[in-house]
């Protein structure tokens, strides 16, 4: 199946339903909903909702399978199909010999290996730019991820939100607690009335931020037939679930981590400071524009329209592409604006008010004090990873049942380091 066609098709089908609920919308626009036109706009927006899941995960299956062709045969280009699948037997051979014990300690996956490559591939670099960061001076010769490798951080980066809106990545040997200097107010310069004069102004103010660490794992039970039969390849499948287990428990700590035992989440501190966190004024069943708008620009004045961005739930998302620019939002153009190519790679998500919106199953729904909307620059928000994951193996856990145990382990942390850059919308009480 071409996976690009099937997304495009499922986003003009997007934007035809769109278009059906905007038309039943306007036609009962100040009057009184019967039980027939609110069970209608329940359902063209459930269908709008099933449609975007479908989109997604079509698109992560598009994502493996182009990149992956493409890393594959970037490789094959350098130094020919026979050696790369020479090594693709090796690695194998290496990976089940460690399963069966026949090699000690514990197994480091290379993702970073994996997201260079991506990221380079993502820029449309050249075969040689690629095969500069695959090359090891030192051996003389290409180190690459492995497919478990290449499979988890798949699985990582798709199931982590503070990935997928830009926020700064640190990577650290160790993992001792750190102190990042946070910027609570910029300095301010002073005009020079004539020669001579000492130049002024103010100094920046800085608090600080601590970016501990926190150990994540999941154990995954496999059967002892399946790790011998050649056929099946353990790599890819550990790859695959090890990070899509971790990258669940992980993304839910760096979107709603309280700070303590846990990574501080992205819309946890939001709004801490001199913008306070701004409030819906009611119920989010008929929500203000003007508290979207007040929202935009409450934030820092730099932070705004350079890479900003929101980031809700799709429940919330799903009430909030109804607002229009008038009358309190129920009359005139709907400020959504839904985007054909959506989840396509290289494509653009949709856009409210004139910023790309992303949504992760962990943000609030609407609820008493619910934080609804985080918006803002969230390059300052910083994820930090010591190493790469680990995976260990043990056949006594599951002796009786004639399994081996598998254990990913990862340590992660998460921190602001502008709090004046970001900032959320939180419903009424």
Known sequence: MDVRAHVIKLNETRARVWSELQGVLDDTAGRERSEEDKAKIARLDA????IDAEVRDSVTREVREVEAAALREQSMSLIGSARVEAREVRESDTLRAW???????????DIRGAARERALLRSGASAEEIRAI????????????????????????????AFRVGAMQMVTSTGENMELPRLTAHSIGTQVS??????????????RATLNTFKYGDLVQVANELL??????????????????LGRVVDADLVVGTGVSEPTGMTILAGAGTNAPVRTGGSLIAPSVESFIDLQYSVNDSARGNGAAWLMRDSVAGTVRKLRDGAGGTVGAFLWQPSLTQGVISGTPDRFLGDPVYTDANCAAAGSNAILATYGDFSEYVIRTVGNPVIETDSSVYFASDATAFRGKWRVGGAHTAISHLNVL????
Not at 99 to 109: I, K, N, P, Q
Not at 134 to 155: C, F, I, K, N
Not at 194 to 207: K, M, Y
Not at 426 to 429: C, D, F, L
């Open 426 to 429: 939180r419903q009424a009480v």
């Open 47 to 50: 269908r709008i909702d099933e």
């Open 194 to 207: 004539g020669q001579n004069v000492a130049i002024g102004g103010t100094d920046p103010t800085f608090g």
């Open 134 to 161: 695959q090359w090891d001076a030192g051996s003389g010769s290409l180190v690459v991820p492995t497919t478990m490798a290449r499979s988890l951080y798949e699985y990582l980066e798709a199931g982590i939100a």
């Open 99 to 109: 399963l069966a014990g026949g090699a000690t300690g514990d197994f480091e996956v």
């Open 228 to 245: 011998s039969d050649s056929a099946f390849d353990i790599g890819s499948w550990l790859g695959r679930n090890i990070g899509y287990a």
